[in-house]
């Protein structure tokens, strides 16, 4: 490696495309974004500088408050169903497609189709499947002899959010399964094989050995999950439009950033208070990726392998 | 590396395997890939069958007497769906090649090259890695139509090259530090310039371009949420928007919203049937690293 006083030219010319394009599009826009969250119009007309007043409006006035919590909880409850239900059964379908079977490429790229397919498509094929007037749904659960607990699942304010989340699950689960397979895959197989020797049963050898070795990609997933799920917009958009009914029961930060930054019915759209949103969201995640960097990985570093 | 340990053969053992547990992990699998398929298989049948059809039978294929294609005729009448499947690829194709072109220039700086400000560099272009640039979306607008942009293709392109470069220049300066320094001495040894010399090992990182193609095609291919900000008109619409305002106008049309929907999925599906081995450990790979 060469030392170099003068910043040579040609580092420039190979960093300058990638550097510019981020720094213009992604990290431009997300500072002006939030400076223009810190104003709004101000009396005697024009637009000023009101410092963090949209956030307190948005956290406790009595118009946007119950708004914003209400996303904010529905959007807890998206991200733990994700972590109940989608990462446990990625991993469970990781370890049975790590076990030695026939046909594990096969499976494991059926399973994947969902993630393939659009939100679009997964929103609206559930809608039509769970739809009353088709049908489907309770012809399937009558053959269980079930019939009787069909509901229109995503028309009932009780409901609709559970049943948005575990679709979402359903498209999505290929991608965590393929990061804790690519994990799995990684373990020796020697490992594996002494557990067994020393009479380790399947399920023994899973917590005391392959367990322990996934912990940095569970860890990465979870906090893949949290980002994607605070940041999620596209399925409630698809099936249930940005009022994202039944009476705002599924509306979660990015529907309601949507709907504050664009209008909606009677109600313009506010690039101030959308901003402010979007302000909320990214303190939020950031929380969340740095717990992970701060608490988890260094937690992690020590059973590296 | 992690391409040859993930498709290492493995030795078959003396695990014994009692024939039940095997077929249970087969009816848990097969039971999953049911749940996985069933709805689109679903959708797809039934688009190719009347509307009393679909109603009457919706599980059985579609017969000489049930075979319609109402639906499709719908669709080529109220929609472009030809121009929205142009626009989708002229956006992907676009802003995959632009990532891994700038990314995979920037990563050969940053892998090879010692100078001031190399891991604070780094540092800056990972923040992206984590922090959504949908976040930024009030800015963005306001910017795309201080340039004139809003409702070009060149939006969503610029817009999605900047949100795929974060993960593509770790991924492949990750990649590019573990080539051989040999091949680069040499050929600067006889004189080619530093450009030639990035010229000459790109090909070596292809595994990698691969695994950052792979990460980066879906979310773009699939994004709803700038193609419906930032080019929502009728001449630059994606499949995706596209899809999504016809399904809209045309809610209670069963017959025109299957085909719509079937018809939105052929470009994913005919990718992943060629490309899913790829896919799959491209992502596996990325995964590692």
């Known amino acids: 490696m060469k030392r170099v006083r003068k910043f040579p030219t040609h580092i420039a010319v190979f960093l300058a495309p990638a550097v510019l394009i981020y720094t213009v599009f992604m990290i431009y826009p997300m500072l002006s974004s939030l400076w223009l969250s810190l104003l709004n119009r101000i009396p005697g007309g024009g637009t000023g500088f009101v410092g963090l007043q949209n956030y307190v409006t948005l956290l406790t006035s009595e118009h946007w408050a119950p708004r914003f919590w209400n996303a904010f909880r529905n959007n807890v409850v998206f991200f733990v169903i994700h972590m109940l239900v989608q990462n446990p059964v990625a991993l469970a379908l990781a370890v049975m497609l790590n076990s030695r079977i026939r046909a594990a490429a096969v499976y494991r790229t059926i399973i994947f189709t969902p993630a393939v397919l659009s939100v679009v498509l997964a929103g609206f094929a559930w809608r039509m499947v769970l739809n009353p007037v088709w049908g489907i749904s309770y012809t399937i659960l009558d053959f269980f002899g079930l019939g009787d607990l069909d509901r229109p699942w995503l028309g009932l304010e009780e409901t609709a959010l559970v049943t948005l989340s575990l679709i979402s699950v359903w498209q999505n689960v290929g991608i965590p399964m393929v990061l804790f397979l690519a994990a799995l895959v990684r373990i020796p197989d020697e490992l594996l094989e002494a557990a067994r020797v020393d009479g380790a049963n399947a399920w023994q050898v899973f917590r005391h050995v392959q367990l322990p070795l996934i912990m940095p990609s569970l860890a990465i997933v979870a906090v893949l999950t949290f980002v994607g799920n605070f940041n999620a917009f596209d399925l409630i958009y698809a099936t249930q439009g940005s009022l994202a009914g039944p009476n705002f029961s599924t509306d979660i930060m990015g529907t309601f950033f949507f709907r504050t930054f664009f209008g909606f019915q009677l109600q313009p759209g506010d690039p101030h208070m959308g901003a402010a949103v979007a302000g909320m969201m990214f303190l939020i995640i950031l929380t969340g990726v740095l717990l992970y960097l701060f608490g988890w990985q260094r937690r992690m570093e020590r059973i590296e392998y | ?289």
Do not use: C
């Open chain 2, 1 to 289: 590396m992690a391409l040859a340990t993930a498709t290492r053969p493995r030795i078959v053992g003396e695990r014994k395997w009692t024939w039940w547990r095997g077929a249970l992990v087969h009816g848990a699998l097969l039971a999953y890939s049911a749940l996985a398929i069933f709805p689109v298989l679903l959708v797809v049948v039934n688009s190719f069958k009347a509307r009393r059809a679909i109603f009457a039978d919706p599980y059985s294929l579609p017969t000489a007497e049930t075979f319609d294609l109402v639906g499709y005729r719908t669709l080529a009448q109220h929609a472009n769906f030809p121009l929205y499947f142009l626009n989708s690829l002229i956006v992907t194709v676009g802003s995959l090649f632009l990532i891994l072109l700038v990314s995979s220039m920037a990563a050969h700086a940053l892998a090879e090259y010692q100078f001031r400000g190399n891991t604070l560099l780094s540092l800056y272009l990972a923040i992206g890695i984590m922090v959504p640039i949908r976040l930024g979306t009030v800015g963005l607008l306001e910017l795309m139509s201080k340039l004139k942009l809003v409702d070009t293709l060149w939006a969503l392109i610029l817009v999605y090259t900047a949100q795929g470069i974060p993960l593509a220049v770790f991924v492949l300066t990750q990649h590019m530090r573990q080539l051989p320094r040999e091949l680069k001495d040499a050929a600067r040894i006889d004189g080619a310039s530093e450009y030639h010399v990035f010229r000459l090992i790109l090909p070596l990182a292809r595994p990698a371009l691969g695994t950052v193609a792979a990460i980066s095609l879906l979310p773009i291919w699939n994004d709803l949420w700038f193609a419906l900000i930032l080019a929502p008109s009728e001449r630059t619409k994606t499949v995706i928007l596209g899809t999504q305002v016809f399904l809209g106008q045309f809610v209670n049309d069963w017959n025109a919203v299957l085909a719509a929907l079937s018809l939105s999925i052929v470009p994913a599906v005919v990718l992943y049937v060629i490309f899913s081995r790829q896919l799959i450990r491209g992502l596996m790979a990325g995964s590692i690293k």
